[in-house]
């Protein structure tokens, strides 16, 4: 009996320390967002933004050539250029997404040229109906083949990097004809993979690169992650054991992380 009491009480503290780490701070999407985007939460802990972290940051649908040895993200600056084309003329929609990622993640130090050729970032506007035909030209039919059938993309990029985890190049198709909402999803996740955050998680219930998931703006938790990413002592080609034990300090000192209140 007494062995049954102190058990439960057990119980009850776990689970209010559970609920002291959940997300909170739950908010509406953002002004600018699609009809109908859904609310996210605005304050994490350090394990649940380490997870996602560590979950998007390596691994992907579809790897071509070596093993990537860690990390994967740009270590200079970052030059995007944007190619209208569709039917939809979204070319200053996606300049302002580019915009938003400029302006809230600041260690990107991202800009538009117009130059497509000298541009780290290749990002195109199509129509659904010429997606198959431009990643063909782009990539070859092989790997579209394999790529379309393991996957079947709405959006997609590809992202080219070198031995020790610094992207070279990435390029990003987003469809212009399919709505706003499908626009913005596409726009806002494609960027995220383009910068690094190569992988999905559909386990997660906060990141836009869950797949179940259409969300449309750049979320508090996403851009936590791109900020750690970016942040100087993260470097390309870490391993996840490398990870591990350099981020929490980096999620304390950007004070990205709600403060654990059992403490
Ligand atoms: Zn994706």
């Known amino acids: 009996m007494v062995m049954k009491q102190s058990y439960a009480v057990?119980?009850?503290?776990?689970?209010?320390?559970?609920a002291a780490l959940a997300a909170s701070g739950k908010q509406p999407a953002p002004p600018g967002a699609f009809e109908?985007?859904?609310?996210?939460?605005?304050?994490?802990?350090?394990?649940?933004?380490?997870?996602?972290?560590?979950?998007?940051?390596f691994g992907s649908d579809l790897l071509i050539g070596a093993k990537p040895r860690g990390l994967r993200r740009f270590n200079h600056p970052i030059r995007i250029a944007v190619t209208g084309g569709g039917s939809?003329?979204?070319?200053?929609a996606m300049r302002n997404v580019v915009a938003d990622y400029a302006a809230?993640?600041?260690?990107?130090?991202?800009?538009?040229?117009?130059?497509?050729?000298?541009?780290?970032?290749?990002?195109?506007?199509?129509?659904?109906?010429?997606?198959?035909a431009a990643l063909q030209a782009a990539?070859?039919?092989?790997?579209?083949?394999?790529?379309?059938?393991?996957?079947?993309?709405?959006?997609?990029?590809?992202?080219?990097?070198?031995?020790?985890?610094?992207?070279?190049?990435?390029?990003?198709?987003v469809i212009v004809?399919?709505?706003d909402d499908v626009f913005l999803d596409c726009a806002y996740h494609e960027l995220l993979h383009a910068f690094g955050?190569?992988?999905?998680d559909q386990h997660n219930p906060w990141t836009t690169l869950n797949q179940q998931r259409r969300v449309g703006y750049l979320s508090i938790y996403d851009r936590a992650l791109l900020t750690l990413l970016y942040d100087p002592r993260i470097q390309p080609g870490m391993t996840a054991k490398q990870v591990?034990?350099?981020?929490?300090?980096?999620?304390?000192?950007?004070?990205?992380?709600?403060?654990?209140?059992?403490?």
């Not at 057990?10 to 559970?18: D, N, R």
């Not at 109908?36 to 940051?57: C, D, I």
């Not at 939809?88 to 200053?92: A, C, K, P």
């Not at 790529?147 to 990003?172: E, L, W, Y």
């Open 10 to 18: 057990f119980v009850f503290v776990t689970v209010l320390s559970t």
């Open 36 to 57: 109908g985007a859904p609310p996210q939460y605005t304050r994490f802990s350090a394990p649940e933004l380490m997870r996602g972290f560590l979950v998007l940051s």
């Open 88 to 92: 939809v003329d979204r070319t200053e």
């Open 104 to 132: 809230k993640v600041s260690n990107l130090h991202l800009s538009i040229t117009p130059d497509a050729a000298s541009a780290d970032i290749a990002l195109r506007l199509i129509d659904e109906k010429d997606f198959t």
């Open 139 to 173: 990539f070859g039919a092989k790997v579209t083949k394999t790529f379309v059938r393991r996957t079947n993309p709405q959006c997609m990029t590809s992202v080219k990097s070198d031995a020790d985890g610094a992207i070279v190049h990435s390029v990003t198709f």
């Open 177 to 179: 004809d399919k709505g």
């Open 197 to 200: 955050l190569s992988n999905h």
């Open 244 to 263: 591990r034990a350099t981020l929490p300090r980096v999620i304390q000192d950007l004070g990205l992380a709600t403060p654990d209140q059992r403490k």
